[in-house]
Each structure stands twice: as C-alpha cells, then as structure tokens.
C-alpha cells in the first residue's frame, strides 16, 4: 500500500518522500479560469482556498509532473470540485490534453462527466471521494465507464470496504488514513471551501442552536444535549486510520491516503513517517491482533486515541 | 407558472404520525401548511438515510399509499444512497415494495448512479434523479454566490445521453439561490423543486443516531438507531435572519423567497417540517 500524500511544497519534495511518501496529488490555479467562470468557479474542491491549497499554476504543475516522475514517484492531478457545466467540462479537456502531453500518471475526478473525458484521452481515472462509492452498485457503475482507481468515501466501515474491494475487482482502491475527518459526506457537503469563512461544519459547532426535543424528560434532555456535546467539541478534531492498516495491507488497498493541502509539511511529514512505520510493521505481523498489539500509536495519542472519536474507523479499537 | 403540488413526507413520516392522525387528516394539514388546494403528489422513503429507508414502517407505508390510492394522489419512491452493509437488504426491501408499482406508486426517485442502472434494469416504473445529484454550491454566507441566478450545471451533453440510457423522466432540484433557471434543462424532463428548504449537506454519521449509544460507540457512520430524529430537531442562530436546521442526517436552510425561471410547470415539493409542533416542546440554547 503506498502512501498518498498532498504537495503543495516543492522545497519538501525530498523530505516527504525520504518520510516514506509514494504517490503525490496535486491542485493548481488558473487565472484564465477565474476570469472566466468566476471567483466561485472551482477547479478542485479546496479552488476556494487560493494559494495555500493551490499553490501552483498550470504550467509549474508540468514541470512538477516531470520533477516528481524523476524521482521515480506517482503524481495525480486533482479536479474535484462537485459539478461542473458544460463549459468548464470543456475546458478542463484542454486540461487534460496537456496534463496527457505531460505523461501525468492520473486524474482524480469527482463526476462521471470527467470520468468519460479522461478514458477517452486514455488517462488513468481516479474517482474521488467526491462521486461518494458507497456500494458495490455504485463501484461497478464507475469501474465500467472506465475508472482505474476509486477513493473509498471516509465515512464507510472497514468490513464494508472489504465487500466492495472483493466484489468489485479489477479496480484500485484508496482509502483515507490521516489528519481531516469530516462530520458529514465529501459526497454531499455543498457549502463553499474558502478563506473568508470556515466549512459549514465549523459553522455549525460555533453557532448558537437551540434542540427542540419531543416528549421531553430530564434524562432525555441529558442524553441529547451530552451527544450534541460531544459531537461538536470531541468528534474529529484529529483524525486517524493507524489501526486499520493491517486489514488495508490484506485487502492490497492500492493507496493510503494523507490529507490537508493546506497544513504544515513538518505535520504532513509526520504522518507519513507513521503510516510507513506501521505499514512495515504490518508486513511482518501475522494477524491483527498481533498488528495492535505492535503498531505505534500516533504522536498525539494521549488525546487521539480516547474513544474512538479521532479514529476514521473507530470499530478497529472500540 | 403551473406548480405541480406535492408533498415530501420523506425522512418524518414518524414525527408526522406522532399525534395518532388519520394519513388523510396529516396530508390536509400540511397541504394547508403548503398552501395548497390539493396534493397531486406525495413523496415517501428518504433521500438522507438508510437506516430511515430500512426501518420505515411497512403498516404506515401501506397505509399511505392506500389512502393516497383513496385520494387519487400519486406516491414517488424515494430512495437514499445505501452503504454497503444495507445494500442487500434495501434491495429485498424494494422487492416487497414493487408489488405497490402498478398502483399509484408510479415512480421512484434514486440518489446515486449505482441505483439508477439498478433500477433502470429491474424495475419498469417511472425513474427520477434525485436532489442528490444536483451538487450546485449552495451556501448563503456568501451573499456574492447566493444572490445571483443559477443556470444548474447537470445540464450537460452526458445528462442527455444518461436520460436516454437510463430512461429518466424527472429531476429533483432544491432552493439554492436568489433565482434558478432552468431553461436549459433537457427536453421533456420534469422538473421537481424541493421547497421550503434547501438542504446543504448530509453525512453517513447522524448526530441523533448517537444520542443513546455509550461514548465508545458514537458518531459511527449509518449505525443503527431508534430513530431519534424524529423527535429532535436542532436549530443553528448563524446570524443571517435565516432558519438552520438539522433534521435527520440533513442540514437545510430556509430559501422561500427564491424564484423559478426558465420552465413553464414543475413540481413544488414541500417539505412540511416544523419544530413548533412538538408535544412538550423544551428548548435548551446555547
């Protein structure tokens, strides 16, 4: 299983993959886009964020792809905002076309749209997480219209996934493993990503609420306000799949994926060097209770590993 | 405009049949609640939630659809993306349903590309794409995108292939701007617009679900439940005069003053949800 990692560095290129980093993702900006489309119009789901997630413009991209691929890694270049219109589906062709040209080694897509244009251009197709596989149905539906890799959603259990990696063969598949994780579905979710506010999550858990409550009791009352609680001051503030990894390594999951484009190269390092210690460990263990028993907790276990409530699949410990 | 009056009793059949109404005494009121003078169309199942879709009580479903037959109202199937560890038993669950398809439950209304083709293949009955699939941004705390006019993006080439290859009479849009237009929608598709509230985003891990689990076991993603959001509603103050709501797995705000463009008739599909109607209402702030 290899370790997919954000780059949004070039400076820590060497050090991401001395950390263990075998496949990069990448995002770019274009002006042109913009000014066509709009300051709205995103190419990637993070567009809104500006330079700290993109920091790139097409062109550096190409000259990354050939950077990245001289050192004998993977990069994929990502175009997953939620929809796109005719137009902008247009466009990103041109994309792609030169993205081809540049012997890029896939594109992650969030729509079937793009899936048809970049198998018709004969480049390998990831699904993102965005197109929300969460069946088998789902996974065929994408698999058949020409899709080599998919993202699992992070919102399915590990037996789940192994269902779909047995019943949908002929398919990558990736999952998610580190920093991120989301209250709601990547799938669905179609607040803006973007400076001047936080996600619609971090909306939410800061605003005032009132809970209207049916047939009201005390203890009722207690139990929901706890939950809410819980839900919008504890629930993945960090997030980690460290203990999942032996069952990944079974099932010969293709990628492990590092999120957050926007954070920190020392933390993205970090990670890394965890996911790729634990990946060895698991390599050498016969089971998984064996993998839990050796595996290294995150850094930051003292408070990740309470609960269940910082895990991406928290049925492996709880 | 002619507006086509529907309503969506998806995801709150059970909050709606608390009180121990007739089905024909809730489909009344909320029409009214509506405004309108008669309910051509009722929406059941759930667009958000598995577990809802699963649990639906097959006594009341029938019930439903038996008093609609009664009313002469047509019901639309809603169908709701199904995680993978449902999936088989949703689909012995339709199963039970299809003898229901030859009656006035005359369409369904799917949510992903899985069970379109699924659908599509085994069923013949009217097929609709779901609010799911229109992923337009919709997000109010951007007045610079909120008030413009949206020409929906799904209008593509590829939708007019898939409507043929798929069969697709209907979609399903929501309340997302200032304005919608839809003169660019394809060719003899019927066009459905949820109101009163546009939903912005959905997990698989629904805060109710967990409210009775112990801590180790919470926020797990489509866990079974005991259906507490039929009687929890949370409403969010984001300080923009506007009503946020979490119902169900769902986050909705209100948009009734978005107007519809480009298409001469649609469905109107009201969502008759409303938390003042609780039984020994306790409100707590924070």
Known sequence: MKI?????????????????????????????????????????????F?????????????????????KGMLIYVTFNSSIYSEEQLGEIKKYFIALKEADVDGVIVSCIELVEIADKLELSVIVSTISGVYNTQIAKFYRNKGTNRIIIPRDLSVDEIETIVKEVPDVEYEVFMMRNGCMFSDANCLGMHRNESCSICGSLISADSQIHIKDNNFKKRHNIELNDLIYTKSFHEYACGLCSIYRFVKMNITACKIVGRTDEWKNICNDIRYVKQNLEI????????????????????????????????????? | MEQISCLNFCDIMN?????????????????????????????????????????????????????????????????????????????????????????CLDEITVNDYGML???????????????????????????????????????????????????????E????????????????????????????????????ASINK?????????????????????????????????????????????????????????????????????????
């Open chain 1, 4 to 48: 997919l990692v954000p780059l949004n560095n070039m400076e820590h290129i060497d050090d991401y993959i001395a950390a263990g980093a075998g496949e990069f993702y990448i995002g770019f900006y274009d002006e042109e886009w913009t000014s066509r489309f709009g300051d709205f119009a995103d190419i990637n789901r993070m567009s809104g």
């Open chain 1, 50 to 70: 500006k330079e700290n997630a993109n920091p790139f413009s097409l062109e550096e991209v190409i000259e990354i792809i050939n950077t990245v691929k001289n």
């Open chain 1, 282 to 318: 698991a390599e050498s263990c016969k089971s998984q209770e064996e993998y839990l028993e050796r595996m290294q907790l995150p850094e930051e276990s003292r408070l990740m590993c309470k609960l269940g409530l910082s895990c991406y699949y928290p049925e492996m410990r709880f």
């Open chain 2, 15 to 103: 909050y709606l049949n608390q009180e121990e109404e007739t089905i024909e005494a809730i489909i009344k009121k909320t029409a009214k609640k509506a405004g309108f003078e008669h309910v051509e169309r009722i929406y059941i199942g759930s667009y958000f939630c598995a577990q809802y879709f699963l649990h639906m009580d097959d006594i009341l479903f029938d019930d439903i659809v038996t008093q609609a037959k009664n009313m002469k109202i047509q019901v639309t199937l809603v169908i709701p993306v199904i995680p993978q560890k449902d999936l088989n038993t949703v689909l012995k669950k339709l199963e039970g349903y299809s003898e229901y398809f030859e009656d």
């Open chain 2, 117 to 171: 083709a699924y659908i599509h293949e085994n069923y013949e009955v009217r097929l609709n794409m779901g609010r799911l699939f229109m992923k337009d941004y919709r997000d109010p705390r951007y007045p610079a995108y909120f008030k413009t006019v949206l020409k929906p993006k799904i209008f593509t080439k590829y939708l007019i292939r898939l409507i043929e290859q798929y069969q697709i009479d209907g979609m």
């Open chain 2, 173 to 208: 849009f929501e309340l997302t701007h200032v304005s919608i237009n839809f003169e660019n929608k394809p060719k003899g598709i019927v066009i459905g617009v949820h109101t009163p509230f546009c939903y912005m985003t959905v997990g698989q891990i629904c805060e109710y």
């Open chain 2, 214 to 286: 112990q801590i180790e076991k919470k926020f797990r993603p489509n866990q079974s439940c005991a259906k507490e959001c039929q009687e929890t509603i949370i409403r969010y103050d984001m300080q923009d005069g506007r009503e946020w709501i979490r119902v169900g797995r769902a986050i909705y705000f209100d948009n009734r003053d978005c107007e519809i463009e480009g298409v001469s008739k649609y469905r109107e599909i009201y969502f008759p949800v409303e938390w003042e109607g609780f039984i020994n209402e306790d409100i707590s702030s924070t």
